[in-house]
């Protein structure tokens, strides 16, 4: 999924879960689409300018094994609970960029030490590149940006976030005053 879908789809999930159930009331939708786009955000470059020669762009952020970790560190400090949003967002990213496909690296390091192979991505060009090719290759994934664009839709809808003085309260806290 590309970078826009993961908000979309945070954001989405998140709308539904206070409106219909109340569940993470105060939670900031800035700090949501954070933590949804973090393993992009880690990786690619780390593809880009450090492991150049990995021939992969779904690194250490893309793993069960930091994600695991991730959500240990949370409950051992007791922050699982506050948290919870953020985390969700964040290993959600595992389930929308359909890792299960890509098991060398899910599973990383107990399949070997590398990571998933894919194609030299080493260069800003060659990321940029890459991306082309997955839109080009994998017309699925347009649909879920198609899908995401709506469900973006819908939440603008849904909050009001096209009247000026709810989505400038919005950009600044992150929240909304009523769920």
Sequence with gaps: ????????????????????????????YRLAALAAVLPDLIDKPLA????????????????????GGVWLAAAATGQLERN???????SGHLLADRMWKFRQTLCWP????????WKHVGSPE?????????????????????????????????????????LAAFIKTGTFSET
């Design 1 to 28: 999924m590309l970078p826009p879908g993961h908000i979309e789809f945070t954001w989405a999930s998140l709308n539904l879960l206070q409106r219909q159930f109340g569940l993470f009331e105060d939670a900031d």
């Design 48 to 67: 880009t300018f450090v492991l150049t020669d990995a021939e992969a762009a779904l690194l250490y952020s893309h793993t069960a094994l930091l994600h």
């Design 126 to 166: 060659a990321i940029v590149q890459a991306y082309l090719a997955i839109i080009r290759d994998k017309p699925v994934l347009l649909t879920f940006e198609a899908l995401g664009a709506l469900l973006l839709a819908w939440f603008i809808l849904d909050r009001g976030l096209w009247q000026g003085e709810t």
């Design 84 to 90: 919870l949003p953020y985390l969700l967002a964040f």
């Design 110 to 117: 107990l399949r070997g030490r590398r990571f998933h192979r």
